[in-house]
Nanobody, 126 residues
């Protein structure tokens, strides 16, 4: 069973930065594309960012493009989400997810992911 553990959430102010981390307990980490999703109270879970197995391709939701950066360290089995210029609308529980690499996988779709973390709360105070 692959386990994903997020960390780095917290309470920040508008304009601040925060970096989320997701540690993956899987020796074959490099076979997984990784994604970050978020869910605000009363809203559906939405795609935030994703990165392919090698780190060579990244994808972002329009709402975070230019402010957030996803990266991965395959030596540490960890994926990161650097969040800059945070705004109140970024407040949500952020989830890390892993999708086994396969032909045609769409890393911006939640149903493509095989494993999920428990989530970490990010609250941006205006």
């Amino acid at each position: 069973q692959v386990q994903l553990v997020e960390s780095g959430g917290g309470l920040v102010q508008t304009g601040d930065s925060l970096t989320l981390s997701c540690a993956v307990s899987e020796r074959t980490f490099t076979t997984y594309g990784m994604g970050w999703f978020r869910q605000a109270p009363g809203k559906e879970r939405e795609f935030v960012a994703a990165i392919n197995y090698s780190g060579g391709s990244t994808y972002y939701a329009d709402s975070v493009k230019g402010r957030f950066t996803i990266s991965r360290d395959n030596a540490k089995n960890t994926v990161y989400l650097q969040m800059n210029s945070l705004i109140a609308e970024d407040t949500a529980v952020y989830y890390c997810a892993a999708a086994l690499t396969r032909i045609g996988v769409h890393l911006d779709r939640a149903y493509e992911y095989d494993y999920w973390g428990q989530g970490t709360q990010v609250t941006v105070s205006s």
